[in-house]
């Protein structure tokens, strides 16, 4: 993943020593899961949410904290993606690489390829189970996360020849905020339907994250990775 830029701490056994890492929605839930493995896996990680506060308290979180950074960005805003961007290469010196879709995929690849025809390159987007499946009620949200799909896969041809993978993640129910106004009734009924018989932990999403960015998935293109202890299959 990211730019093989030089950062200062890093350590040879860890599968992300020497990388730069920009995880979007850094702020809470899966995102701030994935900016604690990937920090600890040895990524310089740059956390951004459209809470800075909330990107600030996840530095705190973190192995390294100090080499870590902060930056406001809000993903539905191009000139906020590009800004965040810019300020977070000016911060580690070179582009990150990232979580996200279409506007942050846009800016990262952009600032990857201007940054060197030699810079390496990872993109995992977080998706949805539903995307796959389709969901009662959620139309506007599966359909949302039908299009990370599509938009992983063609990104994915797309970038595979500039040394850039993406690959994407379909989480199903995972104990986060995002959770807070389902009922106890809708999360037994997933839980029925889920083999494991429990709503996984946001860490069990960020563990897949970092093998998709690591060179341990280099031959890894386009791909849909399910995390969701068998719900609905
Ligand atoms: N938790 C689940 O069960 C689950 C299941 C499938 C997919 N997902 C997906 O995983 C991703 C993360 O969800 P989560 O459960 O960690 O949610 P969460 O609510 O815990 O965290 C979301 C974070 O994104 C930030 N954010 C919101 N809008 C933003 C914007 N416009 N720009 C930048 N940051 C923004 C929020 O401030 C927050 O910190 C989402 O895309 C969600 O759809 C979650």
């Known amino acids: 993943m990211a730019a093989s830029a030089d950062t200062t701490t890093t350590t040879p056994s860890c599968t992300l020593a020497g990388r730069i890492a920009l995880v979007t929605g850094g702020g809470s839930g899966i995102g701030r899961a994935c900016c604690q493995v990937l920090a600890r896996e040895g990524a310089q990680v740059v956390v951004a949410d459209i809470n800075l506060q909330a990107a600030k308290h996840t530095l705190t979180l973190m192995p390294g904290g100090q080499r870590h950074v902060a930056v406001a960005m809000d993903v539905r805003e191009r000139s906020s993606v590009e800004d965040a961007m810019k300020s977070a290469q000016d911060q580690c010196g070179a582009p990150p690489s990232l979580l996200g879709t279409f506007l942050v995929t ?61 690959n994407c993640v379909l989480p199903a129910v995972i104990d986060t905020p995002i959770l807070a106004g389902a009922s106890e009734e809708v999360l037994e009924y997933y839980n029925r339907l889920t083999p494991l018989g429990r709503r996984g932990r946001p860490e069990k999403v960020a563990e897949v994250v970092a093998f998709l960015l690591s060179e341990r998935s280099s031959y890894m293109v386009g791909a849909c990775v399910e995390v969701t202890g068998g719900c609905d299959m």
């Open 106 to 166: 846009q800016a990262f690849a952009t600032s990857l390829l201007e940054h060197g025809k030699d810079s390496k390159g990872a993109i995992v987007n977080i998706s949805s189970l539903a995307g796959k499946t389709g969901c009662a009620e959620l139309s506007g949200y599966t359909a949302s996360k039908g299009g990370v799909i599509s938009l992983t896969k063609t990104c994915a041809a797309e970038l595979a020849s500039k040394a850039i993978r993406v």
